[in-house]
């Protein structure tokens, strides 16, 4: 039988407290990332009585940033929704070269890169750094089409 010393249990009991902390303030901040996305999203509805969410173009241009949004035929017949923001209402130069392509995960859209707001959405990040942002919506997701 092994007994612990004081200080080698503290140790021991501190580090584990430690983890749990990160990993407790980890998901704290994600939860509250995806939250207020989400009620960004719920206070910038239109005033139409259907209560329509923005859409990629619309989040951006209610912020100040010009989008675009394109379709794309696959080969094998899939629609896409392609968006793009030429550049960043705060980049002061020219536009960079080559463009950038950001795909969202499982079960996402290309609105996500947008949800976090200017200071944090990687969409504003990448356009204010003055780079061509492009993202686009696999088949799965609402506005793509089979």
Known sequence: MRIFHPREQ??????????????????????VQDVSGVLRKFLLTKS?????????TESAAVL?????????????GYVLTVFRIPKGKNCR???????????????LSSDSWLDS???AGLGYLVSDEC??????????????SI
């Open 10 to 31: 503290f140790l021991k009991t501190t580090a584990s407290k430690i983890l749990w902390c990160v990993v407790y303030l980890i998901f704290f901040k994600l939860a």
């Open 48 to 56: 139409e009585p259907s209560g329509h969410l923005l859409n990629f």
């Open 64 to 76: 100040g940033y010009r989008a675009e949004e394109h379709t794309v035929v696959t080969d094998d």
């Open 93 to 107: 130069g020219g536009v960079r070269q080559p463009p950038v392509l950001i795909m969202h995960g499982l079960l």
């Open 117 to 119: 707001g200017p200071h």
């Open 131 to 144: 780079c061509d942002f492009w993202s686009s919506n696999v088949a799965a997701t609402t506005p793509g």
